[in-house]
Structures are given as structure tokens and as C-alpha cells.
């Protein structure tokens, strides 16, 4: 079993950035690839950014690619993900996971590969 805690959402101005946390706890989180996705109101959930389990690759969707980097700090057990460039339409309840030994991208984007969700933490961003 894993545990995630998201923090770091917020309100934010336009133009603006945010960084995302991603504590974990229980099994060895080094073992687990980390993404995050988000869900807008009335919207699907989507995949944001996802980065391999040991780290070496990471995955970004065209609309956060250019402006965000997702990282993670195995001795803390803490997955990032900082967007820059906020605009409104990153406004969404972002949501990390853990997929055991992920490492491609064609089951990183899939929410349905992931095994372990977050509570998710809210991004609202103001024009």
C-alpha cells in the first residue's frame, strides 16, 4: 500500500507559477513511476506530467510541455511538479499517482495503469 498527500494548490494570478508536492508513504516509493494529472470542472481527468520510477525520463502533455518540470527527491519521498506561465485554463483539482515500476509513456498518460491516488489539491488560477 502507498499513501500520497498532494499539497502546494492554491490561488494564482495569471502569468504566475506553482509548485506541487507529492509526499509518500508505505511501500518503497522508488519502486513506484509518479504522475500527475488534473481534472477541471465538468471535464475529464488528463494527464499532466509523469516521470519514471528511477527517475531518468520524464513525460509532459502538449499543454503543460515548455512551462512545467516534474522532478522527485527519493530521500524525501516527494514527487514535484512546478508549473509556470499559470493561465486559467490550468485552473483543476491535480491529483498524483503511483504506477509500480513505470517506465513508458504509453502506460504513464493512462490513469487506469496507476495504483495508488492522491486526494488531490486545488489549482485555481484567476485572469
Known amino acids: 500500500q502507498v499513501q500520497l498527500v498532494e499539497s502546494g494548490g492554491g490561488l494564482v494570478q495569471a502569468g504566475g507559477s506553482l509548485r506541487l508536492s507529492c509526499e509518500g508513504s508505505?511501500?518503497?516509493?522508488?519502486?513506484?513511476?509518479m504522475g500527475w494529472f488534473r481534472q477541471a470542472p465538468g471535464k475529464e481527468r488528463e494527464f499532466v506530467a509523469a516521470i519514471t520510477w528511477n527517475g531518468d525520463t520524464t513525460y509532459y502533455a502538449d499543454s503543460v510541455k515548455g512551462r512545467s518540470t516534474i522532478s522527485r527527491d527519493y530521500a524525501k519521498n516527494t514527487a514535484y511538479l512546478q508549473i509556470n506561465s499559470l493561465i486559467p485554463e490550468d485552473t483543476a483539482v491535480y491529483y498524483c499517482a503511483a504506477q509500480p515500476g513505470g517506465s513508458y509513456l504509453y502506460t504513464l498518460d493512462k490513469d487506469y495503469d496507476y495504483d495508488y491516488w492522491g486526494q488531490g489539491t486545488q489549482v485555481t488560477v484567476s485572469s
Open positions: 508505505g511501500r518503497t516509493f522508488s519502486n513506484y513511476a
